[in-house]
């Protein structure tokens, strides 16, 4: 995985494309390979894996969400945090930001669990993860995955300016460490998973708090509504 042959949204390549030159960016590299020999099944599809810096360039960030790792479900991760293609069902973690929404928002929930339109709005869906095992959560946990979005997170602290980073989880909030909360907005609220979203994730207000700081700052807010599955762009 050397950074001649990457394919990545310009932008970005062009600031953390060296990143993947280090010693533990080829350890992954060589990691995933060898998954793939033995047959193992890896989410999201390869020419997935960036898919959320492909969606949503460097300089059109507004809103950063954080994930954990992907969805390990046959046919649900395709490189957006908690999205899912059109036909896909929604995942509970999903049903909630969605309840949250519609508590907050008064938006109805969508039709369908893709969140495609968001990235092109400017929200980052970043996982910290960027790829697992089918069938097993956490898999790819400490291969080097880390390392590679602390540095997307610190380029994006240092670069830019008035940034709204909503760190759901302990898992996201560990990169909290990395933000300059006097220059951004840093949310924080339990997981939306439905082993924690009772815990203060319904009830956290954070998608009109984003709005309220983008607006303060001058810059267009998210439209947290989703168009119907039968407008959507092809995501296939």
């Known amino acids: 995985m050397s950074q001649d042959k990457l394919k990545l949204e310009p932008s970005w390549k062009a600031r953390i494309g060296a990143h993947f030159d280090r010693p533990e960016m080829q350890r992954l590299a060589e990691f995933l390979r060898a998954q793939l020999r033995a047959g193992k099944v890896i989410y999201p599809a390869p020419g997935r894996i960036f898919a959320a810096l492909d969606a949503t360039p460097f300089d059109r960030v507004k809103v950063v ?76 946990q400490g291969k080097g995955w880390e390392g590679f979005t602390d540095a997307v997170v610190d380029k994006l602290n240092r670069e830019r300016d008035g940034l709204v980073f909503l760190l759901w989880g302990s898992y996201a909030q560990a990169k909290g460490k990395l933000i300059d909360t006097q220059r951004h907005l840093v949310l924080k ?34 439209d947290w509504r989703l168009p119907p599955v039968r407008d959507l762009a092809s995501v296939a």
């Open 65 to 140: 969400i954080l994930g954990q790792d992907p969805y390990h479900g046959p046919g649900q991760a395709h490189g957006l945090c908690f999205s899912v293609l059109p036909g896909v069902p929604p995942p509970p973690s999903l049903l909630n930001i969605f309840a949250e929404i519609q508590r907050e928002l008064n938006i109805p929930r969508p039709d369908h669990g893709c969140l495609l339109p968001w990235a092109q709005q400017g929200v980052l869906l970043l996982n910290s993860v960027l790829t697992v095992e089918r069938g097993l959560a956490g898999s790819h």
């Open 189 to 222: 609220a339990p997981h939306p998973s439905p082993l924690s979203a009772h815990r203060g994730f319904i009830g956290c207000g954070h998608f009109s708090m984003a709005n309220n700081w983008l607006r303060d700052h001058g810059q267009t807010e998210i």
